[in-house]
């Protein structure tokens, strides 16, 4: 399921990404529903499968700030 990019999804993502451990803090947000980071990402884990949009959407895979969005 595609993940809707809305000021709600944003939100929540703002609050749970922002500690994620391969978050390159560059103001960017819901990748999951976006395009991937312009920097490169360096895998020091990642939070999205405990994230709630992820879980909303039934999402399977993680590093979206390095892949991008999902179809």
């Known amino acids: 399921m595609k993940v809707e990019d809305n000021r709600r999804n944003e939100e929540t ?3 749970f ?10 103001g960017e947000w819901l990748f999951c529903a976006r ?6 990402i360096r895998r020091n884990g ?3 499968p405990a ?3 992820h879980m909303d959407y039934g999402l399977e895979s993680d ?4 892949k991008g969005a999902v179809a």
């Open 63 to 66: 590093y979206y700030c390095e």
């Open 17 to 26: 990404c922002g500690s994620c451990p391969s978050y390159p803090g560059t």
């Open 13 to 15: 993502c703002k609050d």
């Open 46 to 48: 990642c939070l999205c």
């Open 35 to 40: 395009l991937k980071s312009k920097q490169k």
């Open 51 to 53: 994230c709630q949009v």
